[in-house]
């Protein structure tokens, strides 16, 4: 999936950076949410060869990454003080 000038370690990188976003979201259903949907288009776009399919599919996962960090924080800022059901049973 690396070619034209974007490695196989930044494309590492932005997924982990994205994985790492997500843990970042208070409510369980947002964060799983977040990502399954991180991991589904990792894997959609694992086989890409065109470098100009490559280069937009990685400047969406960047513009991904960005809106995931604002939403991360607006979610902490409004995000209820009690746990749910979910979060107490499950570790993250």
Same mark, same amino acid.
């Given at each position: 999936?690396?070619?034209?000038?974007?490695?196989?370690?930044?494309?590492? #990188?932005?997924?982990?950076?994205?994985?790492?976003?997500?843990?970042?979201?208070?409510d369980y259903n947002i964060r799983e949410y977040a990502k399954r949907r991180t991991i589904d288009a990792f894997r959609q776009n694992q086989n890409l060869t065109d470098p100009s399919a490559i280069s937009?599919? #990685?400047s969406d996962g960047k513009a991904q990454l960005d809106v995931a960090k604002r939403q991360a924080v607006v979610y902490s800022l409004y995000a209820p003080?009690?746990?749910?059901?979910?979060?107490?049973?499950?570790?993250?």
């Amino acid at each position: 999936m690396a070619s034209a000038g974007i490695s196989k370690g930044e494309i590492r #990188y932005l997924y982990r950076s994205l994985l790492r976003t997500t843990r970042q979201f208070c409510d369980y259903n947002i964060r799983e949410y977040a990502k399954r949907r991180t991991i589904d288009a990792f894997r959609q776009n694992q086989n890409l060869t065109d470098p100009s399919a490559i280069s937009a599919a #990685y400047s969406d996962g960047k513009a991904q990454l960005d809106v995931a960090k604002r939403q991360a924080v607006v979610y902490s800022l409004y995000a209820p003080k009690i746990k749910t059901v979910m979060d107490s049973t499950i570790s993250r």
